[in-house]
């Protein structure tokens, strides 16, 4: 039924002139809420309505109370209220024997107008009550009905109570809950419209770039959770605010898709989302030990409904996942996004193809297993050190799989893999600059899978880590040298010894890599400058200079040189 049948339905019901208690139920995240607020701003007269939640509410005062401040406020008694204590406070009193006695007004005597006004206040009011499912413990549902029932009964006030009856979960409470609805419960409406329409007024609050992704998503994973529709909606009104607009109409229409699905696997799945659905299928039986049987079947039904298209083995979707999160996302990610994305886009062809190929040989009789196999090595072939990146590693393992079984001999297969996962493994470790990144490389999912399933690439990559942790070790060593010796009160040889053989490769290698490392030198350089020309650390300031000299037509040119010449007198 479309949302204006539903909103002719309860407005026939709330024009009548007694009051009554009507139940609006339907699924968690049908639009329930959304529908009650739109329709409140479009058909009722702003004075006679009041909305509360029961989230954290705990007894049915402090619902009344609620109530009560909105239609006050809305109708403007509190400043008739207040001007009349005005009034009140100036005219009684009284003199006796000369003495001027103010009586004044008392909080009983406040709380007495109070309730005079509040009869007044309800009459005829429309009053509704939503989120059941948040409510306190101490709050019990057939005691918010009770008190609906009084309210159209004493007040003729019409009482909307939104619910979501799936979420009683006790067998007791949700035979009283009955039992109280349909003594007390004039009327229900069972909230089922049609999902597109309220999607689209949604969507309306969205950059036209943005809709064409989101509405794919929604299609492809058949989405209905419209409070999972409006985290997307904000979280890319977001991005389009922090970004600037700064994207072109291809890319937003990629973002609201990769945005759209990884929303909703953090609705679901909470943080550990994306990590859960991207393990399955390396070993469902340990991963449905660690999670339990509940858990683990709802992340499968969520990677089964995502289907692959999101990854935490993608950079670009670890980048959206940290925004999906803490909206928190940098220039540097943003121009990574863009340069990830339009790779990507490049990227997305040839998986395309593969895939096409694996579809026709599976459906297509005639496509003989060597054609198959010898079409899907050509590709692979040429795209042989980007192919974990392509691909999932999940899926590239699979293509893998596909073409072994269409040949008796694996060698040639089997060593092609090893090259590829050998290649991923160590240019990732190889091109480690920093403890930062040599952390987030030891963190690595792909490469954790690749070295448990695979031992001489293992063997490999501990003995390539290792070098790179010395490496480290040292380079941490001597920039905590080059900061603790400008405000040491003396050094001894072995400092100036370090120092001094520093080969210059290394000191440009490291200013072109780690900004903390050229920031501490440039302090040292500095402070160096107070001695005598030939006295201590002579050779690394001769060499750390002419370094910096020597770059000053590349990497150092303009401004970033000006500035650090004239800091150092060069």
């Known amino acids: 039924m479309k949302i204006s049948n539903y909103s ?17 139920k339907g699924p968690w995240g049908v639009g329930k809420t959304y529908f009650w607020n739109s329709f409140a701003e479009t058909k ?4 006679k309505h009041a909305y509360v939640s029961l989230f954290g509410k705990n007894d049915i005062k402090s619902i009344e109370s609620e109530a009560l401040i909105q239609i006050f406020s809305r109708n403007k008694y509190i400043e008739w209220f207040s001007d009349t ?10 003199k006796i024997d000369g003495v001027d006695v103010n009586f004044g007004l008392t909080g009983s005597t406040v709380g007495l107008v109070l309730s005079l006004l509040k009869a007044k206040t309800l009459k005829d009011n429309i009053l509704c009550i939503d989120d059941f499912e ?33 979420k009683i979960n006790d067998k007791h409470k949700f035979d009283k809950y009955i039992e109280y609805k349909e003594k007390l419960i004039n009327f229900e409406i069972d909230f089922d419209p049609d999902h597109s329409e309220i999607v689209n007024s949604l969507l309306s609050g969205l950059s036209q770039k943005y809709k064409p992704g989101v509405i794919n998503a929604i299609n492809y994973a058949h989405e209905q959770n419209l409070r999972t529709i409006k985290k997307i909606i904000d979280r890319l009104n977001f991005l389009e605010k922090i970004t600037g607009g700064k994207f072109d109409t291809a890319l937003c229409e990629r973002l ?48 089964s409904k995502i289907s692959g298209k999101v990854s935490i083995y993608s950079d670009i979707h670890k980048v959206l996942w940290n925004f999906i999160q803490t909206l928190s996302i940098n220039k540097d990610e943003i121009s990574a996004i863009i340069k990830l994305e339009k790779d990507q886009l490049a990227n997305n062809l040839i998986s395309e193809d593969v895939f096409n190929m694996i579809d026709r040989f599976t459906y297509d009789l005639t ?30 393992l699979y293509i893998i799989n596909s073409i072994e079984q269409t040949t008796d001999d694996h060698s040639i297969i089997k060593k092609f893999n090893h090259e590829v996962l050998e290649a991923f493994v160590i240019e990732k470790v190889k091109s480690i600059t920093s403890y930062e990144m040599y952390k987030r490389t030891k963190n690595n999912n792909i490469i954790e899978y690749i070295c448990n399933n695979y031992s001489a690439i293992k063997n490999k990559y501990i003995s390539e880590i290792k070098i790179v942790e ?3 070790s040292q380079t941490k060593n001597i920039l905590e040298l080059l900061k603790k010796l400008p405000s040491a009160g003396g050094w001894n040889p072995e400092d100036e010894n370090i120092l001094d053989s520093l080969p210059t490769s290394y000191l440009i290698d490291n200013i072109q890599k780690n900004p903390d490392f050229f920031k501490a030198l440039v302090n040292f350089l500095k402070w160096r400058q107070s001695f005598h020309p030939n006295s201590s650390f002579v050779q690394i300031y001769n060499k750390a200079t002419a370094a910096i000299r020597g770059m000053a037509s590349s990497e150092l040119s303009g401004f970033r040189y000006y500035r650090i010449s004239r800091f150092l007198n060069l």
Do not use: P, W
């Open 44 to 47: 009722l007269k702003k004075g």
């Open 134 to 166: 948040r409510k306190s413990d101490s709050l019990k549902i057939v005691d918010v009905i009770g008190f609906a029932s009084i309210l159209s009964e004493r007040f003729n006030c019409k009482v909307v109570l939104i619910m979501d009856e799936t």
């Open 8 to 24: 002719e339905m309860l407005f026939s019901l709330l024009e009548r002139e007694d009051g009554c208690v009507v139940l609006l």
């Open 470 to 472: 010395k490496r480290l």
């Open 85 to 94: 204590v005005k009034q009140l406070k100036g005219n009684i009193k009284e």
């Open 367 to 396: 496509y003989s297993a060597d054609m198959y196999r010898n079409d899907v090595m050509e590709i692979l072939n040429d795209n042989k050190n980007e192919l974990i990146g392509i691909f999932s590693l999940e899926n590239y």
């Open 256 to 303: 609201g898709f990769d945005v759209s699905l990884l929303a909703m696997v953090y609705c679901t799945l909470g943080k550990d989302g994306l990590h859960n659905i991207s393990s399955l299928g390396f070993n469902d039986a340990n991963k449905k030990a660690e999670l339990g049987e509940e858990k683990f079947n709802k992340v499968r039904d969520c990677r």
